[in-house]
């Protein structure tokens, strides 16, 4: 079985300023791990995915997570945020069942 | 490409009613998933269908909930009778056959309060 733990349930940070949410996983096996992001009012939608290859992956809005192998992270970061990233985010893994699990979430709110 | 299609968005209903949610998926994708998304959790999967069978429904509450998929393409998911606890958002997603990674896209949500 795996899990997801999402250390921090809310991050307030001013605009233009770096942003880590943090994310660990526990899986038996080899893990795929994805990041989606939760806009007021509207459906999860994708961010970035590791799958295998570059333990370093990125998001066509300047976001990235890196793969942690020992110590079962996958931190999302980003190192200049804007307003409109203010929004939901959510760390999953597949295991091999093909099923996803989901963590608590982390709230992301930007201010000006 | 239309997306994930969900009808309600927003649902109100009193305790003991029986409500029912509808979801379409992307064209072409076989693979359908309904998910339970309580404030301040992340989604929990409720059942998963490949086609019009059901993969994974080891998370439904199958005295109170059901779901169905006849022709493999739209989906129905319905709570009867709903309790309190109910409350939450319902969050249909799709994904392709042969999607190894399951990457899978999610429709807006329909939000269901039971007072």
């Known amino acids: 079985a795996q899990s997801v733990t999402q250390l921090d349930s809310q991050v307030p940070v001013f605009e233009e300023a770096p942003v880590e949410l943090r994310c660990n996983y526990s899986?038996?096996?080899?893990?795929?791990l994805f990041w989606y992001v939760q806009y007021p009012n509207q459906g999860l939608q994708l961010l970035l995915k590791?799958?295998?290859?570059?333990?370093l992956v990125e998001s066509i809005n300047g976001f990235e997570a890196e793969f942690n192998k020992s110590q079962t992270s996958f931190h999302l970061r980003k190192p200049s945020v804007h307003i409109s990233d203010t929004a939901e985010y959510f760390c999953?893994?597949?295991?091999?069942?093909?099923?996803?699990?989901f963590g608590k979430g982390t709230l992301l709110t930007v201010n000006p | 490409e239309a997306g994930v299609a969900q009808s309600p968005r927003y649902k109100i209903i009193e305790k003991r009613q029986s409500v029912a949610f509808w979801c379409n998926p992307i064209?072409?994708?076989?693979?359908l998933y309904w998910y339970q998304q309580i404030l301040g959790q992340g989604p929990k999967l409720l059942i998963q269908?490949?086609?019009?069978?059901?993969?994974?429904d080891s998370q439904l509450p199958k005295d109170r909930f059901s779901a169905e998929r006849l022709k493999g393409v739209d989906s129905t998911l319905k709570i009867q009778p709903a309790k309190l606890e109910d409350s939450a958002v319902y969050l249909c997603?799709?994904?392709?056959?042969?999607?190894?990674?399951?990457?899978?896209?999610f429709g807006p949500g329909t939000r269901l309060t039971v007072l």
């Open positions: 997603a799709s994904s392709a056959v042969g999607n190894l990674y399951n990457e899978q896209f």
């Open positions: 590791y799958l295998s290859g570059s333990t």
């Open positions: 269908f490949q086609n019009n069978g059901v993969v994974d």
């Open positions: 899986s038996s096996v080899s893990v795929y």
């Open positions: 064209s072409g994708h076989a693979t």
């Open positions: 999953a893994v597949r295991g091999s069942n093909y099923k996803l699990t």
